[in-house]
């Protein structure tokens, strides 16, 4: 399964493109892209055709400033009552009322002995609605989304650092995300607009020139590529000094909020990631001004990258692409948009079949050697008991009182009839059933049971045509009678699906014919 992560940000796109495996997830390419002045879906489009070619799952950036979020305390440690009283509980600080909203949830403090702590995170269904415009750009792949600066939380959870509590400080180009960890869990969440450009304007206003020369003067400060003026670069340092100050005092606040509603939380330390994170002095104006080690966070997992792809800014990509492995610590869905599993997990599920019918046919050689000695055990047995009950008859010369001994025994004919019955059959049935489902065919096992050898299958399909080449398919597959009940018609995850049911007995014509078993 190729999963891509895609951090779509107001200067730049950066995707990370991870393998995931039955053996685990692979890292596969990294890039970064100049987002130009055209829609953003056709260069997201343009993005997946040119740098990832045959994913199939792309996980998109929400971006943290259409998120609110709102810490809450519940008195009670039931979860399901939480996930029914949150929403009404974050509505109280809301611009906007809760039928205009999306919340999802993360539990903050799941030790507490008899309360839940919450952060909640709540959109207004018309941001994301707008958002969503984004994803017209991807055609060739499932998609879905998680929020930007958690795929930061993600990617440095995922490599367990064993630091307690650390501030994760996500720097853009006009905003930066302030996500506070205590013991692997999201306890503080803010977001600021000092960020990338604040640094630019400090410039250009400290040095009288227009912004996209201040741009590129920064750049320069960051990776000098030639001779700068020494006046130039020291009245520019100076007023990235100030700029930098603002951010400090910002993530003072941020701290001291932080400890207010978690008394015990000590930080330890601060990690930057995003492309600003990388501006000349930041790191140092950041640990002096906190007190705090502080260090950019880069992933040895991302491999040697070219030059200008900073692995500061590809950390909330590769959060994502955690998001979509499942492998994220920070789950939180805010689209609620089901994907179709079978598709983009497919190889995975072959294998995974192709492991299950292996270790049954390895259990089916042991079993029938345990139900040949069963069988013999059954017949010592039942000699036994009818020696001792025609003995005992003799010696009281009194009707034996067999209705307890009667009762065990169909207890034990019961017990035998399952174990001894073919466990061949049931798994040749399963292997042709698995044989007959045609392949590019949207078509859904929904159950499987089989009693008294009939069988009864149930699934469903994206129409009634689709059924027709279904039912066809396993009466030829099957090589028996097929009785299909009437379809009917349903909406699941609001789309129109066709229910059926097959029922065909468990052994082909054959088989019953000759009273024989597979």
């Avoid at 992560?5 to 200067?11: A, F, H, Q, S």
């Avoid at 014919?513 to 597979?518: A, D, P, Y």
Wanted: aromatic fraction near 4%; include cysteine.
């Amino acid at each position: 399964m190729e999963i891509l992560g895609l951090d779509v940000g107001t200067r730049t796109i950066k995707g990370v493109l991870a393998r995931r495996t039955l053996l685990g997830l692979t890292l596969r390419k990294a890039f970064v892209r100049e987002v130009d002045d055209g829609p953003l879906s056709l260069q997201i489009q343009r993005a997946l055709e040119e740098e990832a070619p045959g994913t199939d799952l792309v996980v998109l950036s929400i971006p943290r400033d259409l998120i609110i979020t709102r810490n809450l305390e519940l008195p009670f440690k039931d979860l399901k009552k939480v996930k029914l009283v949150v929403p009404a509980e974050a509505e109280r600080n809301l611009p906007f009322t809760l039928k205009d909203a999306v919340v999802a949830h993360t539990i903050a403090d799941p030790e507490a002995p008899n309360h839940t702590r919450v952060m909640a995170f709540v959109a207004h269904k018309k941001d994301l609605a707008e958002w969503t415009v984004r994803a017209e750009g991807i055609r060739s792949a499932e998609y879905t989304a998680a929020i930007d600066s958690l795929g930061m939380v993600n990617a440095y959870l995922y490599e367990d650092s064993g630091v307690e509590s650390v501030a994760l400080v996500d720097l853009g180009a006009k905003k930066t995300s302030i996500e506070v960890i205590h013991k692997r869990r999201l306890v503080y969440s803010r977001v600021i607009t000092v960020a990338g450009e604040t640094f630019t304007t400090a410039i250009a206003s400290g040095l009288k020139i227009g912004q996209d020369e201040a741009e590129q003067l920064k750049r320069q400060l960051t990776n000098p590529s030639g001779e700068i003026d020494s006046s130039r670069l020291e009245a520019a340092r100076t007023a990235l000094a100030e700029a930098f100050k603002r951010l400090v005092r910002e993530l003072n606040v941020t701290v001291l909020s932080a400890r207010n509603l978690w008394p015990a939380l000590e930080l330890e330390r601060v990690v930057l990631c995003g492309g600003a994170a990388v501006t000349s002095g930041l790191v140092s104006a950041i640990g002096a001004g906190l007190s705090l080690p502080t260090a950019l966070h880069s992933s040895p997992m991302l491999g040697p990258l070219r030059p200008e792809e900073d692995h500061p800014a590809l950390m909330p990509g590769f959060g994502l692409a955690l998001s979509g492995a499942r492998k994220a610590v920070l789950d939180v869905d805010l689209l609620n948009r089901p994907t179709n599993v079978i598709r983009y997990h497919k190889t995975e599920i072959g294998l995974l079949v192709g492991l299950v019918i292996a270790i049954l046919i390895g259990g089916f050689v042991v079993t029938r050697r345990e139900l040949a000695s069963l069988r013999e055990q059954y017949r010592t047995t039942v000699h036994e008991l009818d020696r001792k009950l025609e003995r005992i008859g003799k010696l009281t010369r009194q009707p034996v009182d067999v209705a307890t001994l009667n009762a065990k025994a169909d207890q034990f004919k019961k017990l035998r009839g399952i174990l001894t019955e073919d466990c061949a059959s049931r798994l040749a049935l399963l292997n042709d059933i698995s044989r007959a489902l045609p392949e590019g065919l949207d078509v859904t096992l929904l159950n499987l049971s089989i009693d008294q050898g009939r069988v009864e299958l149930e699934g469903m399909t994206d129409s009634f045509e689709t059924l027709q080449k279904v039912e066809e398919a396993f009466k030829a597959g099957l090589k028996r009678p097929i009785d299909v009940r009437p379809p009917r018609n349903e909406t699941r995850d609001d789309k129109p699906v066709t229910v059926f049911r097959l029922h065909f007995a468990a052994l082909p014509a054959d088989d019953q014919k000759g009273g024989g078993k597979r």
